[in-house]
């Protein structure tokens, strides 16, 4: 192992503090890393270990399609099934493939869940996702066009899969992808109450102090798979170990992916496809409140590396450092002298309705807030901002953003004036059959969902520009929430309130019509 991994491995629980964690790092199937450190339940005072179970979460999506793809070779074979399990759904319906690739159009159902009102800590679970999931009338996008992530796209695979076999989930992977690899205790953690050996998940940090998560969610091709440190690294070894036959498994996930109109897609399969240092990268992350993982494949270089949080601090970013040890790389670094861009403020997607707020985020940089997560954009010389993922750059006809992986460019709407208070009322959104309240409270406007999975809690809206509001949602079911969702006010030619459409990148273009004071 080099003097850099050496201290690369050495400062990662510092740099990421919490609990405990594992990582591992392979070079051509030969382990250079296997270590672990802290603790797998700080109450208990249980060490972490390379065999402690761990919750993977949404990495399991590519162990879901691995074992779609041993199953059924062509999954379209399953279509005629997919379109039986959303008997509601109006216009086109997308296939089991716009599924494997978060092509579908589905609003994610965690984040409909919100709007059903789901308390942050409800249970979650088969009649809970089934209720949102088939009660679909509407996507936010024609299957295959765009990306955007959806959690029960994978859950759908799974319970499809199900049907097909005639067995359980569980049972299926451990025949066709477990046992195969040499996984030996990998096994679908299905329900995020508890782990058979105790291993908890933290939420909170080193200033605040950590506590226990509480999560209540029930799933399986979604986020389901329960697996050791060296679960993992057996599952490296066997991606290496097959680099070099298309047949493999590792290698159909990791073929090229396209959008309807040809458009390479960066995801595929339940994986990322992305660069670092130069190279291509394949890889997924995985989150939920208490856990966060990442693993990702160099395949030039022949490289792995595992990461495991039992607590919030950034895998990725762990994993990237790792990586730019083993390769004797080096992160690129903003110009903090470059000027500010002079397209910071409030704008609108035109396609998706949802608010685009810029600000400055020093260093050379500037904040975008349209996604799920706020982005850190790169200031460069030509007066444009990126990241490698979303490029802003100002051009005749006004501000562009484009972000390929989404298959998605647009000149956005420039937005401004102020918000009347004038809001306050009941709004019913008929499509999902779950209202909104908004409410003057002292001079101050609020809002909460609710629906068939509860009364959601009030939250303070924020007003970003003429009949332009945002009501956060910093916590959910899911470990990243759906964020701010843009509330943008409808009037009649009187100036009456009529209707109010709500979005955010996870569920877009709801609208809610007034129905009561």
Same mark, same amino acid.
């Given at each position: 192992?080099?003097?850099?991994?050496?201290?690369?491995?050495?400062?990662?629980?510092?740099?990421?503090?919490?609990?405990?964690?594992?990582?591992?790092?392979?070079?051509?199937?030969?382990?250079?890393?296997?270590?672990?450190?802290?603790?797998?339940?700080?109450?208990?005072?249980?060490?972490?270990?390379?065999?402690?179970?761990?919750?993977?979460?949404?990495?399991?999506?590519?162990?879901?399609?691995?074992?779609?793809?041993?199953?059924?070779?062509?999954?379209?074979?399953?279509?005629?099934?997919?379109?039986?399990?959303?008997?509601?759904?109006?216009?086109?319906?997308?296939?089991?493939?716009?599924?494997?690739?978060?092509?579908?159009?589905?609003?994610?159902?965690?984040?409909?869940?919100?709007?059903?009102?789901?308390?942050?800590?409800?249970?979650?679970?088969?009649?809970?996702?089934?209720?949102?999931?088939?009660?679909?009338?509407?996507?936010?996008?024609?299957?295959?066009?765009?990306?955007?992530?959806?959690?029960?796209?994978?859950?759908?695979?799974?319970?499809?899969?199900?049907?097909?076999?005639?067995?359980?989930?569980?049972?299926?992977?451990?025949?066709?992808?477990?046992?195969?690899?040499?996984?030996?205790?990998?096994?679908?953690?299905?329900?995020?109450?508890?782990?058979?050996?105790?291993?908890?998940?933290?939420?909170?940090?080193?200033?605040?102090?950590?506590?226990?998560?509480?999560?209540?969610?029930?799933?399986?091709?979604?986020?389901?798979?329960?697996?050791?440190?060296?679960?993992?690294?057996?599952?490296?070894?066997?991606?290496?170990?097959?680099?070099?036959?298309?047949?493999?498994?590792?290698?159909?996930?990791?073929?090229?992916?396209?959008?309807?109109?040809?458009?390479?897609?960066?995801?595929?399969?339940?994986?990322?496809?992305?660069?670092?240092?130069?190279?291509?990268?394949?890889?997924?992350?995985?989150?939920?409140?208490?856990?966060?993982?990442?693993?990702?494949?160099?395949?030039?270089?022949?490289?792995?590396?595992?990461?495991?949080?039992?607590?919030?601090?950034?895998?990725?970013?762990?994993?990237?450092?790792?990586?730019?040890?083993?390769?004797?790389?080096?992160?690129?670094?903003?110009?903090?002298?470059?000027?500010?861009?002079?397209?910071?403020?409030?704008?609108?997607?035109?396609?998706?309705?949802?608010?685009?707020?810029?600000?400055?985020?020093?260093?050379?940089?500037?904040?975008?807030?349209?996604?799920?997560? &706020?982005?850190?954009?790169?200031?460069? !010389?030509?007066?444009? /901002?990126?990241? +490698?993922?979303? *490029?802003?750059? @100002? $051009? %005749? #006809?006004?501000?562009?953003?484009?972000?390929?992986?989404?298959?998605?460019?647009?000149?956005?709407?420039?937005?401004?004036?102020? &918000?009347?208070?004038?809001?306050?009322? !009941?709004?019913?959104? /008929?499509?999902? +059959?779950?209202? *909104?309240?908004? @409410? $003057? %409270? #002292?001079?101050?406007?609020?809002?909460?969902?609710?629906?068939?999975?509860?009364?959601?809690?009030?939250?303070?809206?924020?007003?970003?520009?003429?009949?332009?509001?945002?009501?956060?949602?910093?916590?959910?079911?899911?470990?990243?929430?759906?964020?701010?969702?843009?509330?943008?006010?409808?009037?009649?030619?009187?100036?009456?309130?009529?209707?109010?459409?709500?979005?955010?990148?996870?569920?877009?273009?709801?609208?809610?019509?007034?129905?009561?004071?």
């Amino acid at each position: 192992m080099s003097r850099r991994l050496d201290a690369a491995i050495a400062a990662l629980p510092r740099a990421y503090p919490g609990p405990g964690g594992a990582v591992a790092v392979l070079r051509q199937g030969e382990v250079l890393v296997r270590h672990a450190w802290g603790w797998a339940n700080a109450e208990r005072r249980m060490p972490f270990t390379p065999r402690t179970l761990f919750r993977m979460c949404s990495i399991t999506k590519q162990f879901t399609c691995a074992a779609l793809l041993d199953a059924v070779p062509d999954p379209s074979d399953l279509d005629d099934a997919l379109r039986a399990r959303l008997p509601l759904l109006e216009g086109p319906v997308p296939g089991v493939l716009h599924l494997c690739h978060n092509q579908s159009g589905l609003r994610d159902y965690w984040a409909v869940a919100m709007l059903h009102g789901s308390p942050v800590e409800a249970p979650f679970g088969t009649d809970e996702a089934q209720a949102v999931v088939s009660g679909t009338r509407t996507l936010h996008f024609a299957p295959g066009t765009r990306y955007s992530y959806a959690n029960q796209n994978f859950r759908l695979l799974s319970d499809l899969l199900e049907d097909r076999e005639g067995e359980a989930f569980a049972d299926i992977l451990r025949r066709r992808i477990f046992a195969r690899c040499g996984m030996e205790t990998a096994f679908v953690a299905a329900d995020t109450r508890a782990l058979p050996d105790g291993t908890e998940g933290y939420e909170g940090s080193q200033a605040s102090g950590f506590r226990a998560a509480e999560n209540r969610i029930l799933w399986t091709g979604d986020a389901g798979l329960g697996a050791s440190l060296d679960d993992m690294v057996a599952w490296e070894r066997h991606i290496d170990a097959t680099r070099d036959d298309p047949q493999a498994l590792p290698a159909r996930l990791a073929g090229p992916v396209a959008f309807a109109d040809g458009a390479p897609a960066s995801y595929g399969f339940g994986l990322s496809r992305g660069t670092e240092f130069g190279r291509a990268v394949f890889g997924h992350g995985g989150a939920l409140r208490g856990w966060r993982s990442h693993r990702l494949y160099v395949p030039a270089e022949r490289v792995s590396i595992v990461v495991m949080f039992n607590h919030l601090s950034d895998a990725h970013a762990a994993a990237v450092d790792l990586l730019a040890a083993v390769l004797d790389a080096s992160r690129s670094v903003p110009v903090a002298d470059l000027p500010v861009p002079p397209w910071l403020g409030t704008w609108r997607e035109p396609e998706t309705g949802l608010s685009v707020r810029i600000d400055a985020a020093g260093s050379g940089r500037v904040r975008l807030r349209f996604g799920h997560v &706020a982005e850190r954009l790169d200031i460069r !010389r030509d007066g444009s /901002a990126g990241n +490698g993922r979303t *490029l802003l750059r @100002a $051009d %005749a #006809g006004g501000l562009r953003m484009e972000r390929p992986q989404e298959n998605q460019a647009s000149t956005l709407v420039p937005w401004s004036g102020e &918000a009347r208070p004038d809001i306050a009322g !009941r709004y019913r959104c /008929a499509e999902l +059959g779950a209202e *909104l309240e908004i @409410a $003057d %409270a #002292g001079g101050q406007i609020y809002g909460a969902f609710q629906g068939i999975l509860g009364r959601g809690r009030m939250e303070l809206l924020e007003p970003i520009g003429q009949d332009l509001w945002t009501l956060p949602c910093p916590r959910a079911l899911d470990h990243t929430p759906p964020g701010d969702w843009t509330l943008a006010i409808l009037r009649t030619t009187d100036g009456r309130v009529a209707d109010v459409e709500v979005g955010c990148w996870l569920a877009r273009r709801l609208t809610y019509a007034k129905v009561g004071a």
